[in-house]
């Protein structure tokens, strides 16, 4: 059974924007994994995919998760990894959470993920 889905879309120029206003973005949004992850990119414009998917796919996960980003889920207790084969895998304040599907997907301009939620029980 599905719990919740949750999708958002997010403009890569509307992220840009925010990070030069913003030069402390990347910290807020990043985990401090996922901004090693990042550092391993040397192409600006590879790196600006890599933050507005992760900033996607944390916002799907809070709608799917019914709360929105705020007091219950925060940018820092969502962290996504990728597994060997480069799938996107998700832990929830560190713990790998196997019942929470992510798929993040790029186009020039925008970034789209969806999160599904199975229940548990």
Known sequence: MI??????LTETKRIQKLMQRQP??????????ERNVLSRYTNENRRLEFIAGRFAAKEAY?????????????????????????????????????HVHVSISHSDHYVIAQVIIEETS
């Open 24 to 33: 402390r973005l990347t910290e807020r949004i990043l985990t401090e994994r």
């Open 62 to 98: 809070s709608k799917a998760a019914g709360c929105g980003i705020g007091k219950d889920v925060s940018f820092q207790s969502i962290e996504l990894l990728s597994n060997g084969t480069g799938r996107p895998i998700i832990y929830i304040n560190g713990v790998y959470s196997q």
């Open 3 to 8: 719990q919740g889905i949750g999708v958002d």
